[in-house]
């Protein structure tokens, strides 16, 4: 069983940077799947970016393109999601997620194909 806890969220002004981090405990983290989402009230849980275990490859939601950047550090069994010029719109609980695969290049887009899910981070990004 994998558990995950997420940190870094909080209040930030616009065009302003947070990082969130998310630490996995309990499984063998370097053949993990991880993924960020988010969820603002009303409104359906949605993927912000996704990598693989090899951390060469990763993909991102439109509207986080060049604004955030997600990573992963093996040796510390933790993936990050920076984030910067942040708008009120990125408002949402963001929530960590891992995929137990066997295929190392993959990245997972749908929230249905993972796992193991964190509580959320609370990131609040006022205007």
């Known amino acids: 069983q994998v558990q995950l806890v997420e940190s870094g969220g909080g209040l930030v002004q616009a065009g302003g940077s947070l990082r969130l981090s998310c630490a996995a405990s309990g499984g063998t983290f370097s053949r993990l799947a991880m993924g960020w989402f988010r969820q603002a009230p009303g409104k359906e849980r949605e993927l912000v970016a996704a990598?693989?275990?090899?951390?060469?490859?990763?993909c991102y939601t439109d509207s986080v393109k060049g604004r955030f950047t997600i990573s992963r550090d093996n040796a510390k069994n933790t993936v990050y999601l920076q984030m910067n010029s942040l708008k009120p719109e990125d408002t949402a609980v963001y929530y960590c997620a891992a995929k137990t695969t066997t295929r190392f290049w993959e990245i997972y887009r749908d929230s249905y194909e993972y796992d193991y899910w964190g509580q959320g981070t609370q990131v609040t990004v006022s205007s």
């Open positions: 990598i693989s275990w090899s951390d060469g490859n990763a």
